[in-house]
């Protein structure tokens, strides 16, 4: 693990899906990285790993504001829910998600 990241790939895993449940709660979330880091209780480097990771799975979308929203392409939001619960239902165990992040960070 590099030192961008405190925490490992099951706990990033965890955050990954906590956020996303969070967006699949609330239909017009937007959060700025401090906030989805508190939100989680982690670093912001950590956060900043998996928020990305989501934007590159077009689960999450970096507004023009600098927030994080839901990624729904032609307001296809039924599309975008089956992705995320694809996701969900990977489980912690699923090898491409922050894994990739860290990779592509700490390289």
Do not use: I
């Amino acid at each position: 693990m590099c030192a961008e990241s405190k925490l490992n790939l099951f706990t990033l895993k965890r955050v990954e899906r906590r956020l996303l449940r969070e967006y699949l709660d609330l239909p017009g979330l937007s959060l700025s990285l401090a906030q989805a880091a508190r939100l989680v209780s982690v670093d912001a480097p950590s956060c900043q790993l998996v928020l990305n990771d989501l934007v590159n799975a077009h689960c999450l979308a970096h507004s023009e504001s600098g927030t994080y929203v839901r990624e729904a392409r032609d307001g296809d939001l039924e599309r975008w829910k089956r992705l995320v619960r694809n996701r969900l239902a990977a489980g912690p165990q699923a090898c491409n998600s922050p894994a990739k992040a860290v990779r592509s960070v700490c390289a």
